[in-house]
Nanobody, 115 residues
Framework: QVQLVESGGGLVQAGGSLRLSCASSESIFSISTVGWYRQAPGKQRDFVASITHSGTTNYADSVKDRFTISRDNRKGTMQMQMNSLKPEDTAVYYC?????????WGQGTQVTVSS
C-alpha cells in the first residue's frame, strides 16, 4: 500500500496563503504523476492541480494563477502554494499519486478560509 502523508492545512482569512505538502517514501513517487484534489462538504471530490514526473503542471481553472504546484523527486515530496485564498477554497485537500491508471490517496488535510 502506497503511503502519502499530507501536512500544512489550517484556518486562514480570505486573501491569505497556505502551503500544503505531501510526502512519500515510495520508490514509485519519482515516476508518478502527483497532485491534489479537494472535497467540500456535500460535494464530489474535484481535481485541483497535478504535476508529472518530468514537471509538467496542470491546474483547475478555479485555482489557476493562485496556486502553484511543485515537487522534489529526490526527497519524495510535493508542495502546493496557495495564495489569494477564497472562502470557496474551503475543503478537505487530498494528495493523489497516479501511476499506470492506479490512484493512491492521502488521508486529507482540512483547509478553511474565512470571509
Amino acid at each position: 500500500q502506497v503511503q502519502l502523508v499530507e501536512s500544512g492545512g489550517g484556518l486562514v482569512q480570505a486573501g491569505g496563503s497556505l502551503r500544503l505538502s505531501c510526502a512519500s517514501s515510495e520508490s514509485i513517487f519519482s515516476i508518478s504523476t502527483v497532485g491534489w484534489y479537494r472535497q467540500a462538504p456535500g460535494k464530489q471530490r474535484d481535481f485541483v492541480a497535478s504535476i508529472t514526473h518530468s514537471g509538467t503542471t496542470n491546474y483547475a481553472d478555479s485555482v489557476k494563477d493562485r496556486f502553484t504546484i511543485s515537487r522534489d523527486n529526490r526527497k519524495g515530496t510535493m508542495q502546493m502554494q496557495m495564495n489569494s485564498l477564497k472562502p470557496e477554497d474551503t475543503a478537505v485537500y487530498y494528495c493523489n499519486l497516479n501511476l499506470s491508471s492506479r490512484n493512491y490517496w492521502g488521508q486529507g488535510t482540512q483547509v478553511t478560509v474565512s470571509s
